[in-house]
């Protein structure tokens, strides 16, 4: 029998089995198979817990192919925290998983080894950088050395010249009077791969009076090792930043990666049986906002550069979902002059993104991207905007499969574009030198 | 024909991935929305055209397998729940939308055609598809065919058979016939009119050609708050008094509201509000006003503490949210619920919720209340944990108590989530051993060997009494 925690088996008490989740499910809609519903999923974890199933492979197969997206939250009547119960379970599962060594060799480097230790995280990144400018990769991909998944990420991922660690200073001025004082989390995927949108992120910051600070000593948020199974070393991560982000003083933690952003939010659970760090994770949590979040509630300094372009915003789960922001970013974006936001069909419903579902589940990641490129498609949009990295790089490469000539952008890009465009108009100083 | 055969073959037929036989894999199938009877089926077969249906029928007719065809599985009252030893013939795949003829108002779906989707496809025309069950975001075409499924706008626009003018259908044996068409009211038999609302029982509807309905010009919302049901239930009978003829008219009683409120739809009723009434009139703009402001004044003149005509779409749209989210929003009181779905006459709302809430007492329950006040479909919602040793038997029991009354206040034991194993034993509330075997009678034309979804709808003479109880033992491996 499953041992899951209280709080999972709370929320697995709430679900009363009424299915209005299953079209909320992006692999229900592609699979069209009960188990492959949250209502199957917790049917399935329930009856794990009750002893009234076995976790064979085709029982966890329906567990692996959960995007863990959360879009089923939104959907559901009484409010079942569906994250919880499919985290839980993957914990609990992933200790009597028989993994090949060579699986668990590589997860745990990746969790354990890579995640929280940002400078090894920047050594391979520049690896990868000289591999690309080399011209190595794409060797690798046409003589198929590269498997499938891989080859088709290396695409579109392109490492840019400076991570955003290196170049943004650890405290940053605010332009005029100090409004807030605020610290940026710079991610681990979001700091080597985009860098720029980091730096843009403090760039509009600090252009709407917050004192900026970026820590050296963060690390990762977790979500990653915690998503796929591995809690503990998501714990040790989450303890790291909570002592590095209260030590700052700072107001706010601004995040601009949705997925980082709920984890942050969600470091309570995590450490709920770590007396030493129960309340501070709840100070930390207090304090945590997703860049567009903040930006909605502050009297944004309105920007006058004009980005004249049709856009579509394509929700993050983990910020529409998870932490119930869908309205702000959308406000954020119009209040850009020039920009034309378009209706998206259905732009809550997941890319098949999700952290590394994309590289485990690679078929079903692409069914579900096609789903959602065609969306795109009818809208026709110059500017694609997300809010999360994971979604942004796959979207990339959704518009190359579907051979569109659209941008892929972070809302605050696009904000920091409309600054700068203004600015630079006008003759103003640029006070961060663009990267 | 052993199992490996016959997975061999269904895989033969649809493709070996879409048929799923693995025991641990088929427990996602063992129950739908009715989850007090739990058993494997023997396996899932998905098929993704009628001609698939037609052939894994035909070969399980041929070996006298049983089989249950499915949906989403929103199903309230056990319509797909398998004895174990049938196979799920889940629609799930065929769910595509074959045609919309704008110019006759017709729709032709296939059945696992989502109910809510076939409105979001035609209301650029001005359309929509009128039967909306509260599962409407996740319940199949094919489903509300098979249950004959309402929903709170029927009030006015009819149930499901009102809507329906054709169907694809696979006969028990496996032979694909047509009936009905775009026309309405063809000579003879009414067909399509038997086969809706037969849960399933006579073969399976493949394809649905459904009426599309003209939006209103004009809507107007209006939600009341009273100190009590009674005074809701007078502001029900004086509106139908007045002859107005609401779209919708839905109450909840003072559970119901502390489960919306806890749940992921709240409006902010006051903490312990005793009921509420949401109306809805809609039609010709003209006269919209004057018929809300009619609701309005019956229910201040019934004592209401407060009553609001939604301003926006948008405040419209989270009433609506609220309250069609009420069963499941139920998750907040208790981990289990069973929902019931007595029919009562209007005039006699007060009297029988009065009745309910004694039930309720005397068996030591929590009950909800949520229903379509307008047309006296009561859905009284028991809350239970099915943990507590004993407590399904006494859920069972109390809601055979509740439909009790409801038949003695002259109503009947179903308005719109059909008997399915549920209400078997329920049945000879409202029908004698001769009703039911006429019915029996139909049902030997159209499925002789029993095969097409057994055990649902109509009891096996004589063994009432024994169904209850077989209803009780919840859960087999």
């Known amino acids: 029998m499953l041992q899951l925690s209280e709080r999972a088996l709370a929320e697995i008490e709430s679900c009363v089995h009424c299915g209005l989740c299953v079209e909320a499910c992006p692999t229900y809609r592609e699979l069209r198979v009960e188990g492959d519903s949250p209502r199957g999923r917790i049917h399935l974890i329930r009856s794990l817990v009750q002893g009234l199933a076995e976790p064979n492979e085709a029982l966890l197969a329906h567990l692996d192919r959960c995007l863990a997206c959360r879009a089923c939250e939104t959907a559901c009547p009484s409010g079942v925290r569906y994250g919880a119960i499919i985290e839980d379970a993957r914990a609990a599962l992933e200790t009597r998983r028989r993994r090949s060594l060579a699986a668990s060799t590589a997860r745990r480097f990746f969790f354990r080894g890579l995640l929280p230790r940002p400078r090894r995280l920047r050594a391979m990144a520049r690896i990868l950088r000289l591999l690309q400018r080399t011209g190595v990769d794409r060797l690798a991909r046409r003589t198929g050395l590269l498997p499938e998944p891989m080859a088709a990420f290396a695409e579109v991922v392109q490492v840019p010249d400076r991570f955003g660690q290196n170049v943004l200073p650890e405290r940053i001025a605010p332009a005029g009077e100090c409004r807030y004082r605020v610290a940026l989390l710079t991610g681990c995927v979001m700091d080597v791969l985009f860098g720029p949108t980091n730096v843009a992120t403090a760039r509009v910051l600090a252009r709407n009076g917050c004192e900026v600070l970026v820590p050296r000593e963060q690390v990762c948020c977790g979500a990653v090792p915690l998503h796929a199974g591995d809690r503990e070393a998501a714990r040790q991560m989450a303890r790291r930043n909570i002592d590095v982000f209260l030590a700052t003083g700072a107001d706010y933690i601004i995040v601009n990666a949705a997925g980082c952003g709920s984890t942050l939010k969600e470091y309570p659970w995590l450490l709920a049986g770590d007396p030493a760090y129960a309340e501070k994770a709840r100070q930390l949590a207090a304090k945590v906002k997703d860049v567009t979040e903040f930006l909605a509630e502050i009297d944004l300094v309105p920007p006058k550069g004009p980005v004249e372009a049709d856009v579509v915003y394509q929700d993050a789960c983990h910020l529409a979902h998870a932490q119930g922001i869908r309205i702000q970013p959308r406000q954020v974006l119009q209040k850009i002059p020039g920009l034309r936001l378009r209706a998206l069909a259905d732009a809550g419903a997941c890319c098949g993104s999700a952290g590394i579902y994309n590289l485990v589940q690679y078929d079903l990641s692409m069914q579900v991207l096609d789903r959602k490129m065609e969306a795109i498609a009818a809208a026709r949009p110059e500017i694609i905007v997300s809010a999360n990295p994971g979604c942004i790089l796959q979207l990339r490469l959704g518009v190359k499969r579907f051979g569109l000539k659209a941008e892929v952008l972070h809302v605050v890009d696009l904000l920091d574009r409309a600054y700068q465009a203004a600015e630079v108009r006008e003759g103003e100083r640029q006070w961060i030198r663009h990267s | ?477």
């Open chain 2, 1 to 477: 024909m052993d199992q490996a055969q016959l997975i061999a073959a269904l895989g033969d037929i649809v493709g070996s991935r879409f048929v799923l036989h693995d025991p641990q894999q088929l427990r996602a199938y063992d129950c739908d929305g009715f989850t007090i009877q739990r058993r494997l089926p023997r396996a899932v077969v998905l098929p993704g055209s009628t001609e698939e249906v037609a052939r894994c029928v035909r070969l399980l007719a041929a070996h006298r397998i049983p089989f249950i065809p499915r949906g989403a599985g929103t199903c309230l009252s056990g319509g797909t729940v398998p004895r174990g030893d049938e196979v799920v013939i889940a629609l799930t795949r065929m769910r595509r939308l074959l045609e919309v003829d704008l110019r006759n108002r017709r729709a032709v779906v296939e059945a696992g055609f989502v109910n809510l989707h076939l409105t979001e496809a035609v209301q650029q025309h001005g359309l929509c598809f009128a039967p909306d069950p509260s599962s409407q975001y996740a319940c199949t075409i094919g489903g509300n065919v098979a249950e004959n499924s309402g929903g709170a706008h029927c009030l006015k626009y009819g149930v499901t058979t009102n809507h329906v003018t054709g169907v694809k259908y696979v006969t028990w044996d496996g032979e694909i016939l047509e009936l009905g068409g775009k026309a309405t009211d063809l000579p003879g038999y009414d067909l399509v009119g038997l086969l809706t609302g037969s849960e399933g029982t006579m073969g399976i509807v493949t394809e649905v050609t459904v009426k599309l309905t003209r939006l209103p010009q004009g809507v107007k919302t209006v939600l009341a708050l009273f100190d009590s049901v009674e005074q809701a239930s007078r502001a029900v009978s004086g509106i139908i008094a007045a002859g107005i003829v609401p779209a919708a008219l839905e109450m909840m009683d003072r559970t119901a509201i502390m489960a919306v409120e806890r749940g992921n739809f709240p409006v902010g009723f006051p903490e312990g509000q005793e009921a509420v009434l949401l109306m809805e009139v809609d039609g010709l703009e003209t006269g919209l006003e004057e018929q809300a402001a009619a609701m309005e004044a019956i229910c201040r003149e019934a004592g209401c503490t407060d009553v609001r005509i939604a301003r926006s779409e948008e405040e419209r749209a989270r009433w609506w949210a609220n309250r069609k989210t009420a069963f499941g929003a139920c998750g907040r009181l208790a981990p289990n619920y069973y929902v019931q779905d007595g029919v009562i006459p209007r005039s006699r709302l007060a009297e029988v919720l009065a009745e309910v809430h004694a039930i309720a007492e005397r068996y030591g329950l929590i009950i909800a209340n949520v229903f379509h006040a307008g047309d006296g479909n009561l859905h009284p919602v028991i809350c239970y944990d099915e943990k507590v040793p004993g407590m399904v038997e006494k859920v069972v029991r109390a809601g055979s108590e509740i439909l009790a009354a409801c038949v003695r206040a002259g109503g009947s034991i179903s308005g719109e989530h059909g008997i399915g194993v549920e209400k078997l034993a329920d049945m000879h509330l409202v029908f004698g051993p001769e009703d039911l075997a006429v019915q029996a009678a139909i049902h030997r034309v159209l499925d002789p060997l029993d095969l097409s979804n057994p055990g649902k709808l109509l009891p096996t003479p004589g063994r009432c009494a024994e169904l209850k109880s077989e209803a009780i033992p919840t859960v087999s491996t």
